[in-house]
């Protein structure tokens, strides 16, 4: 199978990407178990905090049954850096020519970001026709995903960012959607708190959510 069929294949397992946090890389088999036991087996954990590398080696190395990505990728770097972390696929908030060259050198797939007609156009002609559609709400959200569909209706996105348990409906039935991604199943205060029963009820909650 092609990388990118393989991202196909991650983007379908569940309706919604949780985007993690994680301060603290003890927290992150516990909370893969959690996300896991509400149904939710795909996460992307962002080069955001420090504990985001060991945090996906954990997981990987602890909770087979869940598909590990890194998000929040910048650079060509920090794609190495989740590469040997053993990162499942690698999620960045937009694109530039390093990264994407990166990409191709590399074994793992990727779902790239974009925004605006030229962001997505650019990045199909690259051969990713599965995007993350990011900043989503600021980025104008549902209008603007139903607007990019009609002239360009086989690009699919992941948007994340202002998504939550009330909108991701609204998202989920679009006609050119994958899936959603967002931070709402793992809030801070949960997270400091290790309350992983509540946590599984997010996820419980997010599973049962439906594409359109
Ligand atoms: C992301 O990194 O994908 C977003 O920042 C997550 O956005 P949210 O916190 O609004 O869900």
């Known amino acids: 199978m092609t990388q990118q069929g393989r991202l196909v294949e991650y983007l379908a397992i569940a309706p919604v990407v949780p985007v993690l946090m994680i301060d603290d890389a003890a927290h992150a088999i ?33 909770v087979p049954g869940m598909v590990v990505g890194a998000g929040t990728i910048l650079t060509p770097t920090q794609y190495e850096q989740a590469s040997a972390a053993g990162a499942q696929f690698i999620v960045a908030p937009g694109a530039t020519v390093p990264l994407i060259a990166a990409a191709r050198q590399g074994k793992i797939p990727f779902l790239p970001g974009a925004a605006t007609p030229s ?22 959200g549902i209008p603007m995903l139903k607007a990019l569909a009609a002239p360009i209706p086989d690009v699919r996105f992941c948007p994340t960012g202002g998504i939550t348990l009330t909108n991701a409906p609204d998202y989920l039935a679009l006609g050119n959607i994958a899936c959603v991604g967002g931070s ?15 946590i599984s009820d997010l996820a419980a909650e997010a599973s049962r959510l439906r594409l359109g």
């Open 30 to 62: 516990p909370l893969a178990e959690a996300l896991l036991a509400g149904g939710i087996g795909i996460v992307e954990v962002t080069l955001r905090t420090e504990a985001a590398l060991p945090a996906i080696a954990a997981m990987i190395r602890a």
């Open 119 to 140: 962001e997505v156009l650019a990045l199909r002609d690259a051969g990713y026709l599965h995007q993350k559609f990011f900043p989503a709400e600021p980025a104008g």
């Open 184 to 198: 709402w199943l793992t809030p801070a205060a949960l997270m400091h708190a290790q309350n992983w029963s509540r």
